[in-house]
């Protein structure tokens, strides 16, 4: 039976109290521990879950997405390694775990160091500085290629280089990429390509441990690689590998496919963008040559109407006009004045005495003057009688009035 006097506690007040005195204890806090990876599960948030173990004994471990930084290489199960990280309880399960913050493939651990000790040599040295990198060429003709002959790096870089341009010059030169002088090797390949001056230069090698990508961690690479005048594309391992050549080199592949990739233009693209490109220039130019032919008839017609020429030949249309209406006006008037004149002649043939003389009148005068009556002559007085075709000569005998009732 339990006394009035002891306490009661809850679980979680359990399980904070003792990731209390977990978070106190110093050497939790930085522990470094050997052990094999298993279940090693990458979580699509980017977390990393794993255990460790030995021959008696397994601990649970958690990499979170913001460590994996300090992961150098791809973690598998069976992988031999040294993590770097501090332990405490998870209250809401009661147990503990280690929160990785390094982890380092045990054997690998000397190398490492080696690596961030010439890391930051170099970059103190600006080896890596962004305004020492060359730009890739956009169109690639010459391809340089440092790398072992056999291999799948080799075999990826060039199936994907002639599948995007079936017209590039692949120029290889084989290079030891692991064991005893390969770093000399890579070096040798290196300059011998620059001398042969191809477009880009492709330095490069599958995956693998850290010991197997190593020579790409020499100085004498890197240095290489910097004075290097043709720019180069450094394609060391998988992803998540990441050696001093990729920091060195003016671009940094993940894969030698996608060194290939970046390196090489894909020509099919190209072309059916520049068909692209014609086509809409072409319906720019005839949209544009139409635009000029309808601007052009605008400025004949305009020089049409405002040349010498036409002035001339449009105030000389208009003299014909005005001579042809003024020849028009002087006929119509002419005829109108003929047929007046015509109705005057017939006026005037009506009132005319050689007219009346042709219808068989007479007309008598006495020396010279017209008889008009009786009363101007006298008997035995020569008269002259006046007929159509000329004279007759008579003397009056005898006036006879007229009768007028």
């Known amino acids: 039976m339990r006394s009035r006097n002891q306490s009661v506690y809850t679980v979680s007040q ?44 397994t601990i649970s471990c958690v990499m979170f997405a913001s ?12 992988d031999n390694v040294i993590v770097c990280g501090s332990v405490s309880v998870y209250e809401r399960d009661g147990r503990y775990q280690v929160y990785a913050k390094e982890i380092t493939l045990e054997g690998a651990g000397l190398l490492y160091e080696r690596f961030l000790a010439l890391k930051q040599e170099l970059e103190e040295m600006g080896m890596f500085a962004q305004e020492y990198k060359q730009p890739i060429p956009s169109f690639v003709q010459r391809l340089g ?73 020499e100085e004498t690479v890197a240095r290489a690689i910097f004075e290097c005048r043709t720019p180069v594309i450094s394609a060391v391992g998988h992803e998540t590998d990441t050696t001093i050549a990729d920091f060195v080199a003016d671009l940094r592949a993940p894969t030698p496919s ?43 017609m305009r020089w049409k109407y405002a040349s010498p020429e036409y002035k001339i030949r449009e105030q000389r249309q208009r003299l014909l006009d005005l001579e042809q209406h003024l020849q028009n006006a002087m ?28 219808q068989g009148f007479s007309y008598v005068e006495k020396d010279g003057h017209a008889v008009r009556g009786i009363g101007d002559v006298r008997e035995d007085d020569e ?18 009035p007229v009768m007028r009732e």
């Open 14 to 57: 359990v399980n904070a109290y003792v990731r209390n005195m977990f978070d106190q204890d110093f050497m939790l806090n930085r522990i470094y521990i050997r052990g094999e990876v298993s279940n090693c599960k990458y979580h699509p948030s980017g977390h990393l879950y794993f255990s460790l173990k030995d021959d008696t004994g």
């Open 145 to 217: 290629v440092v790398t072992a002959p056999t291999g799948a790096a080799i075999q990826d870089i060039r199936n994907i280089s002639y599948r995007r341009n079936p017209y590039i010059q692949i120029i290889l030169c084989p290079a030891l990429v692991q064991g005893e002088g390969a770093a000399e090797s890579i070096v040798r390949g290196i300059r011998m390509l620059d001398q042969l001056h191809p477009d880009v230069i492709i330095v490069g090698r599958g995956g693998g441990s850290i010991e197997d990508l190593w020579a790409f961690n």
């Open 331 to 358: 006929e119509s008037s002419l005829q109108d004045s003929r047929h007046r004149l015509e109705l005057y002649i017939q006026k005037m043939k009506g009132l005319s005495p050689l007219e009346k003389l042709n």
């Open 383 to 400: 008269v002259q009688i006046c007929v159509r075709d000329g004279r007759i000569s008579a003397r009056v005998t005898e006036m006879i």
């Open 67 to 78: 460590a994996r930084r300090g992961l150098a290489f791809a973690m598998k199960n069976g």
């Open 258 to 300: 996608a060194a290939a990739e970046l390196a090489v233009a894909d020509v099919r693209g190209i072309l059916e963008q520049i068909g692209a490109y014609k086509k809409r220039m072409d319906y720019a130019m005839l949209h544009q040559l139409g635009v000029y032919k309808n601007r052009l008839s605008a400025l004949e």
